[in-house]
């Protein structure tokens, strides 16, 4: 089982509608999990982080994170076509802490 | 500077000739990590870098590629005898005070014919 999984995509959403992504690891031991956006022929930037169970809120973007069941997603509420772009889910690597392993990304296009 | 940079933005090179990119890191960032992405993959870690520490290189894909940190800043990856298949987008990501944060530089994107 890879470290970190998420279904590639692509995702098709139409503009206004939530977008729901989502992203599975493998460590119980995980603590911190990160959520990047890379547009194409870009390098990823972080939008969001979380550590605690439950959810966590920024404007449009929110986290949700369940360690029981080792996932976290990010929705996007209201989506927009410059939300499309490739979501990669990070968490820390279980041999080093200050590493991040990255999943493979999902591609999100929202539709105008 | 205001982000970490890198270059060259794009490397064009024949098989079997010898590369070096560059990353300098966000001032003051103790941390630096090397990638390497593929088309339409995720992210392939290659090597870590923390203050004076020896490097983590558990990434590194064989004995061709290596990289230095000198000064704790500026950091060069070097692949030697380059093949078609190291052809991608190096990335490059210092962290500060938040450890976990990673600040991601433009990429190099070799091409080896």
């Known amino acids: 089982q890879k470290e970190v999984e998420q279904n590639s995509g692509p995702l098709s959403v139409p503009e206004g509608a939530i977008a729901s992504l989502n992203c599975t690891y493998s460590?119980?031991?995980?603590?911190?999990f990160f959520w990047y956006r890379q547009y194409s022929g870009k390098s990823p930037e972080l939008i969001m982080f979380i550590y605690s169970n439950g959810d966590k809120e920024d404007g449009r973007f929110t986290a949700q994170l369940n360690k029981a069941s080792q996932y976290v997603s990010l929705l996007i509420r209201d989506s927009q076509p410059s939300d499309s772009a490739t979501y990669l889910c990070a968490v820390p690597h279980s041999g080093s802490a200050r590493q991040l392993t990255f999943g493979s990304g999902t591609q999100l296009t929202v539709l105008p | 500077g205001a982000g970490v940079s890198q270059s060259p933005s794009n490397k064009v090179t024949e098989k079997g000739k010898d590369v070096e990119l560059r990353c300098d890191p966000i001032s003051g960032h103790t941390a630096l990590y090397w990638y390497r992405q593929s088309l339409g993959q995720g992210l392939e870690f290659l090597i870590y870098f923390q203050g004076n520490s020896a490097p983590d290189k558990s990434g590194l894909p064989s004995d061709r590629f290596s990289a230095e940190r000198t000064g704790g800043s500026v950091s060069t990856l070097t692949i030697q005898r380059t093949q078609q298949e190291d052809s991608a987008v190096y990335l490059c990501?210092?962290?500060?005070?938040?450890?976990?944060?990673?600040?991601f530089g433009p990429g190099t994107r070799l091409t080896v014919l």
């Open positions: 990501a210092s962290t500060g005070t938040s450890a976990d944060t990673q600040y």
């Open positions: 460590d119980r031991g995980s603590q911190s």
